[in-house]
């Protein structure tokens, strides 16, 4: 008896010992944390990698970030950016992985130089003597940079991952499979655009990129002006022959006449392509102010005897003077 009770509680010591070590075991737990040799395996297999490229960058300080697939900044913040800074690369531009560093929870990617000028090894040399020192190499400061980054964002800390899987994180704004700048701008358009641009067909809407790379660039232009509207036409084709008559008002195709060998005329003015969404313009509001809208006035000043009765902003245009009264003469 006494022997059973003793094996009873070695027994208990034993497993109290085992299942803690067990329950830490967890299959299921989180990736490790990426190694060093993680790090040299990812800078070997991207570093001066060719990428095409899914979206636009700016250039400027400001990249983007990529965070669990959502690309930021919002597609208007970025359109600012551009406008302000300038765009380092378009969709389906090809681009160089020109540096990759780790920082925290971040894989810091820069394109085609990045956003600063990095200096050459014999820049950084100088000559000293009795005038001072005296650098070998005078930088150039108009040769502005005009690459971009993008840092990959992970919750917590960067994982270890295969390259493979680091090309999937990366594929909103990278393409590594395209074989063509065709096939990497096709990727990041609609796919009315794209099954139209595979067919050679233009469509109203369309941009003049689409329209280069569905009919390649016009033998003949022209410019044309119909009221107050001015506008470009491209012209593809000669008779005897089917004739495209593409025109264009800003970037946009507005008009797609063709030309048929039998004499037929078609025209196509209706959008039948719809790109990003363009930011709205406020209109007049032609039934005036608001109630309850601010008023311009100082305090005490008494209001304009030619304002409109409603507030708005439209003066009302000054009466006529009355007629002279019989017998009295004209004006001098």
């Known amino acids: 008896m006494k022997l059973r009770y003793l094996s009873a509680v070695a027994t208990c010591l034993l497993l109290g010992l085992v299942l803690p070590g067990a329950r830490g075991q967890n299959p299921s737990s989180s990736p490790s944390h990426i190694t060093n040799q993680g790090r040299i395996d990812i800078i070997r297999a991207f570093n001066a990698e060719l990428v095409y490229v899914r979206t636009a960058f700016p250039m400027g300080q400001r990249g983007l970030t990529l965070k669990e697939g959502t690309i930021s900044p919002s ?22 992985i020109s540096a990759v560093t780790f920082k925290d929870n971040r894989i810091h990617f820069e394109i085609n130089g990045g956003p600063i000028k990095k200096k050459k090894w014999y820049e950084h040399i100088e000559v000293s003597g009795s005038g001072g020192d005296i650098p070998l190499s005078k930088g150039d400061s108009t040769d502005n940079p005009h690459g971009s980054f993008v840092d990959l964002v992970f919750p917590h800390y960067i994982p270890q ?14 393409d590594f499979n395209s074989k063509s700048i065709l096939e990497a701008y096709l990727e990041t358009i609609p796919p009315k655009a794209k099954a139209a641009i595979q067919k050679h067909q233009v469509l109203v809407g369309m941009n003049r990129e689409m329209v280069i790379y569905a009919k390649g660039r016009p033998p003949k232009k022209d410019r044309e002006r119909e009221g107050e509207d001015e506008y470009e036409e491209w012209i593809y084709g000669d008779p005897p022959q089917d004739v495209d008559f593409v025109r264009f008002v800003g970037d946009f195709v507005i008009q797609v006449e063709t030309m048929k060998v039998t004499g037929e005329k078609l025209v196509r003015t209706e959008k039948e392509v719809d790109l990003d969404p363009k930011p709205t313009v406020a209109k007049d509001d032609a039934g005036g102010r608001p109630p ?28 006529a003077p009355p007629d002279p009264p019989a017998g009295s003469p004209g004006p001098q």
């Open 75 to 96: 597609p208007t913040e970025l359109q600012q950016a551009i406008s302000l800074w300038g765009q380092a690369v378009k969709p389906g531009d090809q681009a160089m």
């Open 161 to 174: 991952m295969s390259t493979e899987q680091l090309k999937d994180a990366l594929r909103p704004v990278f």
């Open 292 to 319: 309850g809208a601010p008023s311009l006035r100082r305090p005490g000043e008494a209001p304009d005897p030619d304002a409109p009765a409603d507030g708005s902003s439209h003066r009302r245009a000054p009466a």
